[in-house]
């Protein structure tokens, strides 16, 4: 990662910090570059206002998940259960955000386009990542849908999107991880259930 790519989470990092202990609606763009160390010029060169920086925290879960790529595909022999590894990360991820900052989260990601994949030319790893598996999980019959991959991912990053703003509008108050699995596995439609759900 290079010098660029450290300013640019540095700051995701110190606005996401900062509107969990104090909401997102009091984070001032001010608050967050004082925060992360940095001018105000420095921000401005990576952000447009503060909801961009928190946009931004997609394509930090991305390292994380490369990260754990080896041990899961070391521990897990099913590509859906690897599948739902990489999963857990991203849903353990947004739940530590909680509703509120999750809701603009979630709603910057929509008007940045972040999970919008027109062609499967310009993903980033974890996403390239998961694509594979689903391949994968069609090539071994673990799923019975044999929809294109790459319109599966679609479906089931836009079903993520609807589950995060429901959650962010009933404030929580629904099992966020079960509704995941429960809408994931609907579109994929595994042959058995995954031993892995906790």
Do not use: C
Not at 3 to 11: A, L, P, V
Not at 41 to 50: C, G
Not at 78 to 86: A, D, K, R, Y
């Amino acid at each position: 990662m290079g010098k660029s790519e450290d300013t640019r989470n540095k700051i995701i990092h110190a606005a996401v910090s900062l509107a969990k202990k104090q909401g997102p609606e009091k984070v001032s763009v001010k608050d967050i570059y004082e925060e992360a160390g940095i001018s105000k010029n420095t921000f401005y060169q990576y952000f447009e206002n503060k909801e961009g920086a928190f946009g931004g925290t997609f394509t930090t879960s991305d390292e994380e998940k490369v990260a754990a790529l080896p041990e899961i595909l070391l521990n897990f022999d099913s590509p859906l259960e690897q599948f739902w590894e990489l999963s857990k990360i991203d849903i353990k991820r947004q739940m530590s955000f909680g509703p509120k900052l999750l809701g603009t989260i979630a709603m910057q990601n929509v008007l940045q386009n972040t999970f919008y994949f027109e062609t499967e030319g310009k993903l980033s790893a974890s996403v390239n990542i998961t694509l594979s598996m689903i391949k994968k999980m069609q090539r071994s019959k673990e799923i019975h849908n044999m929809t294109d991959p790459f319109i599966l991912l679609r479906t089931i990053y836009s079903a993520v999107i609807g589950i995060d703003i429901r959650w962010t509008k009933m404030e929580g108050k629904f099992d966020f991880k079960q509704e995941v699995y429960l809408q994931t596995m609907a579109i994929l439609q595994p042959v058995k259930e995954i031993s892995n759900y906790e």
